[in-house]
Nanobody, 126 residues
Framework: QVQVVESGGGLVQPGGSLRLSCEAS????????MGWYRQAPGKQRGLVAT??????????DSVKGRFTISRDSTKDHKNMVYLQMNSLKPEDTAVYFC?????????????????WGQGTQVTVSS
């Protein structure tokens, strides 16, 4: 079974910074893409940023230049992804979800699907 766990959310003032972390563990076999999505109250969940196995990144226009996604490439932490959030704005307030697109060796290493974390709250307010 694959587990996805986020950490690092909290309350921050406008202009401040936060760093989110996410780790995929358990029977994860292969990861194609890791990413972050967010959902504000009354809105649909939407893309924040993704990073592929090859290191290619994609960002929502609203966070370009302020957020940076990175994937840990070290052997001991290769299933971790981070989101560095700078110059935070009140409109960044949302629950942030980590997404893993990968496969589970306990099910079928050749079948890929989305795995989601429980989400972590980010609140930007003075």
């Amino acid at each position: 079974q694959v587990q996805v766990v986020e950490s690092g959310g909290g309350l921050v003032q406008p202009g401040g910074s936060l760093r989110l972390s996410c780790e995929a563990s358990g029977s994860i076999f292969s990861i194609i893409t890791m990413g972050w999505y967010r959902q504000a109250p009354g809105k649909q969940r939407g893309l924040v940023a993704t990073v592929t196995r090859g290191g290619s990144t994609n960002y929502a226009d609203s966070v370009k230049g302020r957020f940076t996604i990175s994937r840990d490439s070290t052997k001991d932490h290769k299933n971790m992804v981070y989101l560095q959030m700078n110059s935070l704005k009140p409109e960044d307030t949302a629950v942030y979800f980590c997404n893993i697109y990968g496969s589970d060796y306990s099910v079928d290493p050749g079948i890929f699907r989305d795995y989601w974390g429980q989400g972590t709250q980010v609140t930007v307010s003075s």
